[in-house]
């Protein structure tokens, strides 16, 4: 988000060791805490800049909404639906992206990335 070092993650931080993560640029769910901070982490470094448009928690879900440039200068939504377990943990996120083209780019992006540790079939 703008200010990363007094702004608190919306949801990496409360991980649960098992949690998932399901996305529009995925052909199936990332599991465990480490692989969603490395997934999350490759995406942050695929924006030239992000700004937050919408967080709200209602009940035991929150939604993110942010919009990015990628670094290829496409512009980005991001909408994130964050669930809450009652002892605080998050055990499943899941992120869409449009429009269209620019979801295609970030998931061709990510898995030039991350296709040795996630897998090479996991990206669209």
Known sequence: ?????????PFLDDLAPDAELESTVLRRAVKGR??????VNAVGSLYGTQT??????????SVLQYDAILVNGLALRGTAVIEHSPDGSIPKVSVTFSPLGSTISLAAKLGALLDQELGEDLFL
């Open 1 to 9: 988000m703008t200010d990363k070092s007094q702004t608190r993650h």
């Open 34 to 39: 480490e692989n969603i901070t490395r997934l």
């Open 52 to 61: 937050p448009v919408f967080l709200q928690r209602f009940g035991p879900r």
